[in-house]
Antibody, heavy 122, light 106 residues
């Protein structure tokens, strides 16, 4: 059974940093693209970032470029999201997700974690 | 950018009802359209990929159709566990997800 478990969420002040982790199990982690998706309170889903199997390709939504870094440790079956210079608008639930990538324009998220809440507030 | 719209934004329905949700893309996305179900406090769940392929383990009352710019998700007989928000998603360019359709109990 595929399981994705996020951790590391919490309350953080504007301008500070936080790192989210996602522990994966039930599949060969190193064989799959992985990503982060977030959902602000009362809002819809927003894709944040994706990372290739070996970490050689990373993609970000414009609003987090230069502030967030996605990474992975295949030996630990873990995905990470380093979030720097956090803003109030980054207050959302962050979901870790496993991707199925067929081509650059044909891909989807087939499994998701339960989410980690990040609150950015002074 | 490709803009995604969904209609309706919300609907009220009863158990046993047939429900149809529409997703429209501003440009053609072939059949690269996916549907997710999201219940409060739960992990989002993939229902349909490539417009009409049912994800493994998803009940057959869910079906998808369409290509190009217009797509439909149909629930043939609404069950209590189906009350949720449904999102469409394309993978051509950001923003990827539609705004969602909330299905609640009439």
């Amino acid at each position: 059974e595929v399981q994705l478990v996020e951790s590391g969420g919490g309350l953080v002040q504007p301008g500070r940093s936080l790192r989210l982790s996602c522990a994966a199990s039930g599949f060969t982690f190193s064989n799959y693209w992985m990503g982060w998706v977030r959902q602000a309170p009362g809002k819809g889903l927003e894709w944040v970032a994706n990372i290739k199997q070996d970490g050689s390709e990373k993609y970000y939504v414009d609003s987090v470029k230069g502030r967030f870094t996605i990474s992975r440790d295949n030996a630990k079956n873990s995905l990470y999201l380093q979030m720097n210079s956090l803003r109030a608008e980054d207050t959302t639930v962050y979901y870790c997700a496993k991707l199925v990538v067929v081509t650059a324009t044909r891909w989807y998220f087939d499994y998701w974690g339960q989410g980690a809440l990040v609150t950015v507030s002074s | 950018d490709i803009q995604m719209t969904q209609s309706p934004s919300s609907l009220s329905a009863s158990v046993g009802d047939r429900v149809t949700i529409t997703c429209r893309a501003s440009h053609s996305i072939s059949n690269y359209l996916n549907w997710y179900q999201h219940r409060p406090g739960k992990a989002p769940k993939l229902l349909i990929y490539d417009a009409s392929s049912l994800q493994s383990g998803v009940p057959s009352r869910f079906s998808g159709s369409g290509s190009g710019t217009d797509f439909t998700l149909t629930i043939s007989s609404l069950q209590p566990e189906d009350f949720a928000t449904y999102y469409c998603q394309q993978s051509y360019s950001h923003p990827l997800f539609g705004p969602g359709t909330k299905v609640d109990i009439k």
